[in-house]
């Protein structure tokens, strides 16, 4: 008799990591068009963007606003500090789970944005509500991809560190790198969800790249690996 093939480990069961992780950041892209957009010139994923347009605003440049630049803000970090919380309770187990955990969370919130945009197409009474609900999806996830730890994937919202990695360490600069397609990956994956947004925003509305952007999520709730 042959031997029985060993149980697979559940952790490799999936879709692995840094697959998962440059999906997001397409989902990055789609959330700050619609934000910045649709919502009156804020970023609710790009908290970097965000800050600056907050300094705009408070120094009364036409077109920004405290108020959404505050409440995308306040939101991002009541998220991360809920994700911390998350992390703290799920880090130290299976990372399968864990992941799968704030993808559905990240996917529940922006399901909830996408069904508030499309029953009130038009009103000017949702653009917090999506702010806040956008924001804290965000912050929620960032806190918990911090925390993974995949290189070069620790932030799924900006790219500073990884383009000037990119750059500086290609064979152009140091040539000491050997993650630049990774690299590489990340840019263009925030570029093709700014592009498929943007475009989504001017000729659909809120509502179908906020749904777009939920079901990327929801796919990945029930594919995500723990595998890196």
């Not at 840094?18 to 009156?40: F, K, P, Q």
């Not at 999520?217 to 723990?226: D, E, L, P, W």
């Given at each position: ?13 999936g879709v692995r990591l840094v697959v998962v992780l ?68 799920f880090g130290g187990g299976s990372r399968r789970t ?131």
């Amino acid at each position: 008799m042959s031997a029985a093939t060993p149980n697979r480990d559940p952790e490799t069961r999936g879709v692995r990591l840094v697959v998962v992780l440059l999906a997001l950041m397409t989902v990055s892209g789609l959330i700050d068009a619609v934000s910045y957009l649709g919502l009156g010139h804020v970023f609710t994923a790009n908290m970097t963007g965000n800050i600056v347009i907050l300094g705009f605003a408070t120094a009364g440049a036409p077109g920004f606003s405290v108020a959404r630049s505050a409440t995308s803000l306040a939101c991002f970090v009541a998220g991360a500090t809920l994700g911390g919380r998350v992390a703290g309770r799920f880090g130290g187990g299976s990372r399968r789970t864990w992941t799968r955990v704030i993808l559905a969370a990240e996917a529940a919130l922006l399901a909830g944005s996408a069904a508030l945009a499309f029953a009130l197409p038009d009103g000017t009474a949702t653009t917090y509500p999506l702010i806040a609900l956008t924001a804290f999806a965000m912050g929620l996830r960032n806190a918990n991809v911090r925390k993974l730890g995949v290189p070069d994937l620790t932030a799924t919202t900006v790219l500073t560190t990884t383009l000037t990695g990119l750059v500086s360490e290609s064979r152009f600069g140091d040539a000491t790198s050997s993650r630049s397609p990774r690299r590489a990956a990340a840019v263009l994956a925030l570029i093709a969800g700014a592009v498929l947004g943007a475009f989504l925003v001017l000729h659909h509305g809120l509502g179908i790249p906020l749904l777009v952007a939920a079901a990327v999520s929801g796919v990945f709730t029930v594919a995500a690996s723990g595998r890196e």
